[in-house]
């Protein structure tokens, strides 16, 4: 019982030079311009210190036996469970919706010529002329003539008209999604700066043909400045064969586009 | 031939003629779908069970039959004990490991049929024949390692060990062998100027298995089974010293749970550096990976994985701490205030030596090396020395430092395609965010944790520890090692098979299932916590069933007599 009072004493005093420095934190990472999130980071750091140095002088636990010792066991454990989910839920959750999508696009050339792709095809054309002819039969049976049935599985826009130079670039655009290449290099404001160099002004220092060639051979060019990511093979080998041709001229076209002066775009240079 | 022979004959021609056609018009059977989990998260929970189960019964052999070594040279009946009472509970669970792992196979075979053919197609000699094999050996050497425990002893003893050193050549080798598939679906072989789809056709079974994250798998594998092993020998002790009827019993398994905890830390030290080499090749095999992890859509599995390590290494100085305050006159034990300052000065200094010389870099070493011998070096021609809880205050202090640093983003965001300012670093800072600063986070975690084991060796040396005495919060210290352990595995064992992203085997086989994508971490985290506790619950099982009801009334054990205040 003599230690309660003491421990409650170091409860306050740990607790009071715990907040104190917390709040120092939080002043000194305003001024040094850290997001919001960062200090309370930086106080949350100092609240777990806080806690760690008030158990160091808390006093022993009293030893447990039998039914009492099973349930203290049984309620860490649930204790535990919650304090893990619980902190697991608390961080930035990725939403897998926006993943999905980009999947179906990414693997829908494998899955056109894989097996299940191209059962799936057969199926998908199967049922869309029972469909039609249903359709024909109901046609027939309402209006009593012949009717004109348009080739199956034709929705409207042909496959052979070409696309505009806009809906290229569009698609390069996604394909610059679609491939995560904001990973590594930072395009209007935003994405990776460290592993690959900016990208705004790529279009006025490289070709159309030169930027292909990056793509499918990245040993081809280095970016002036980035000579240790190019020594390490950082950007991957492997879009020549991940991508399809007619994505990567869609890339490519987009990254024509990329003409902003302002942006300090590495000189690419050639090395194949 | 005789009639009723013939008759018999075309009775049974007749029988394969029509059971052949009725088994090819057979339509083949539907994929297994399985309700409410899904068939991806069915394999993980059986495939993560699987590999808990096989991570204990590897590892804690290892250091079954050091201890059992430690008991022969040293004579110290309580290391025989230890490693005869780890054994018992190794037997239960390596069936547990049989069936999981026949589990695993079922349920792969059910929910991805044609990936698991093409698997097994590709390593059909290690699945067929060498891991079999390997897995009758080790069955049959383990068992034998476990019966002849008591009528192998006195002059018999030595090659009781060498069986059990045997037991672990071939529970390593097997560990090796099934890594080479595992590791392969992460790093498919590849070779400059060929894709990775010509290139396997001709690849040759030692190319698949030795493929560029093969080895730093083998080896976190090896040190990660060994740390597990550990921590569930301190959750043993722990179990059995809360349920202990005498002073003795409590000695004894106050020291089984130091030496558990020990062996636990002790190879924990090495583990970041091991997982540093795995990511390393990862990266290297693929550069792309890395931002998936560090920055995109599994960067906060991360900053989670982060939070865990910086746990249990509080953990595990808090145990020190508690043993120590039991040990009687460590306030005399004190040591040189360099060990502190280069503590304090570590992270630090290491951060910008870095910057400059990255690792791999030999001149990153250049200034470490000198940093962590200067307390050895100088220590004894400084006459200033601080008190032992003094500096173990300091190393928890540090270690909540390395831990902030080891946890700080670049962002808060879970992928970097959402990156905003507001939640991203201020550019001057960044650096908090790069691999230099977590290396000489994970370097301080290590430094700070071996100079308090060195000081409580120290304590322990000068002082007289009473065993049995430990405050009973240390009991509770010890099952939260090996839940946090547990669950850390379970996180890391997530992050490896995700990073495979939309594939089953990277960039080679895709998964086309609508499940290809990657989960959530609270989602994660949910059955993480229930794989971690249904893994409990059978080795509480087991422990009890072993150890406690399998325990004769009024035995003796051969390691009991402890006195209370033995060094």
């Known amino acids: 019982m003599s230690e309660q009072p003491s421990f409650l004493s170091s409860v306050i005093k740990k607790g009071i030079v715990g907040a104190i420095i917390g709040g120092a934190f939080f002043g000194a990472a305003t001024v040094l311009g850290f997001p919001l999130i960062f200090r309370y980071m930086f106080v949350a750091y100092t609240m777990l210190g806080t806690a760690v140095f008030i158990l160091l002088d808390a006093p022993p636990v009293p030893a447990l036996s039998g039914f009492k010792a099973v349930v203290a066991l049984l309620a860490f454990y649930l204790v535990l469970s919650v304090v893990y989910i619980g902190g697991a839920s608390l961080w930035p959750q990725y939403d897998p919706e926006d993943e999905k999508g980009k999947i179906a696009k990414l693997l829908e050339a494998k899955k056109r010529a894989s097996e299940q792709g191209k059962a799936e095809e057969l199926l998908a054309r199967a049922k869309a002329l029972d469909e039609k002819a249903t359709g024909i039969m109901a046609r027939i049976q309402t209006l009593g003539g012949p009717t004109e049935v348009a080739p199956a599985g034709s929705g409207g826009k042909s496959g052979g008209v070409g696309l505009v130079a806009g809906d290229v670039i569009a698609l390069g655009k996604e394909q610059w999604q679609l491939q995560e290449c904001y990973n590594c290099h930072k395009l209007f404001g935003e994405g990776g700066k460290k592993r690959g160099p900016e990208l705004d002004n790529i279009g006025n220092l490289l070709k159309l043909d030169e930027l292909k060639q990056k793509i499918v051979d990245p040993q081809s060019w280095m970016a002036e400045g980035f000579e240790k990511e190019y020594e390490k093979k950082k950007m991957p080998d492997k879009y020549k064969e991940l991508m399809e041709e007619k994505d990567i001229d869609a890339l490519v076209a987009f990254l024509a586009t990329l003409k902003n002066p302002s942006v300090n775009t590495p000189k690419p240079i050639k090395k194949k | ?567």
């Open chain 2, 1 to 567: 031939m005789k009639t009723w022979q013939r008759s018999l004959l075309m009775l049974v021609g007749l029988l394969a003629v029509c059971g052949a056609t009725a088994y090819a018009q057979v339509p083949s059977a539907p994929v297994a779908e399985f309700p409410y989990t899904g068939n991806r998260t069915a394999v993980w929970i059986v495939a993560q069970l699987h590999i808990l189960f096989a991570g204990f019964i590897l590892g804690a052999p290892i250091f079954v039959v050091i201890s059992e070594w430690l008991g022969y040279r040293k004579q110290d009946p309580r290391y025989d004990r230890l490693a005869k009472e780890v054994i018992k509970v190794t037997v239960i669970l390596y069936s547990m490991t049989a069936l999981t792992g026949g589990l695993f196979i079922f349920v792969l075979l059910a929910t991805y049929p044609q990936f698991t053919t093409w698997l097994i197609n590709h390593f059909f000699l290690i699945f067929a024949v060498v891991y079999p094999l390997l897995f009758i050996a080790e069955t049959i050497v383990l068992y034998m390692y476990f019966y002849t425990w008591d009528s192998w002893k006195g002059d018999k003893k030595a090659r009781h060990i060498a069986l059990g050193v045997l037991l672990n050549i071939i529970g390593t080798v097997t560990l090796f062998v099934i890594d080479g598939p595992t590791s392969f679906m992460n790093t498919p072989v590849k070779a400059e100027g060929v894709s990775v789809v010509e290139f396997i056709q001709t690849a040759t079974l030692w190319d698949k298995i030795f493929n560029y994250s093969w080895m730093p798998l083998n080896l976190h594998r090896l040190v990660g089974n060994v740390t597990f092993g550990g921590f569930i020998t301190g959750l043993i002790a722990a179990y059995l010293y809360m349920f202990s009827k005498s002073d003795e019993e409590r000695a004894y398994y106050d020291w089984m749970g130091f030496v558990g905890n020990m062996i636990g830390v002790g190879a924990l030290l090495f583990l970041p550096f091991m997982g540093y080499l795995l990511a390393y090749e990862l990266c290297d095999y693929d550069a792309s990976i890395c931002p998936y992890m560090m920055a995109d859509q599994l960067s906060m599995f991360f900053e989670m994985q982060g939070a865990m390590i910086g746990l249990i290494f509080l953990a595990s100085n808090y145990y020190i701490w508690l043993s120590m305050k039991r040990i009687e006159g460590v306030e005399r034990v004190r040591i040189t205030v360099l060990a502190v300052l280069v503590m304090v000065a570590l992270p630090f200094v290491m951060t910008y030596t870095w910057t400059l010389f990255p690792v791999p870099d030999p001149r990153s070493m250049a200034v470490l090396v000198p940093l962590v011998l200067i307390p050895v070096v100088l220590g004894r021609f400084i006459p200033f020395t601080v008190s032992s809880l003094t500096a173990i205050k300091v190393s928890f202090l540090m270690v909540i430092v390395g831990n902030a640093i080891w946890m700080t983003p670049h962002g808060f965001v879970a992928t970097g395609a959402k990156l905003v300012e507001e939640l991203e670093l201020p550019s001057a800072w960044n650096f908090l965010a790069l691999m230099p600063a977590k290396n000489s986070a994970a370097i301080t975690l290590v430094f700070v944790t071996v100079v308090s084991y060195i000081i409580y060796n120290r304590a322990i040396t000068q002082g007289t520890i009473v065993w049995g005495k430990i405050d009973f919060a240390s009991q509770f210290v010890l099952i939260f090692l090996a839940f946090s352990a547990i669950w850390t595995m379970g996180l890391m064992g997530a992050v490896r098979s995700l990073l495979r992203k939309y594939f089953h085997t990277y960039n080679l086989v895709p998964d086309f299932t609508v499940e290809s994508f990657t989960p959530t971490l609270a989602y994660s985290a949910w059955w993480i916590t229930g794989i971690t506790l249904v893994f409990y619950l059978v080795v509480s099982f087991a422990i009890i069933l072993t150890l406690r009801v399998a325990q004769p009334k009024g035995h003796v054990h051969e390691g009991s007599p402890v006195p209370a205040g033995a060094k």
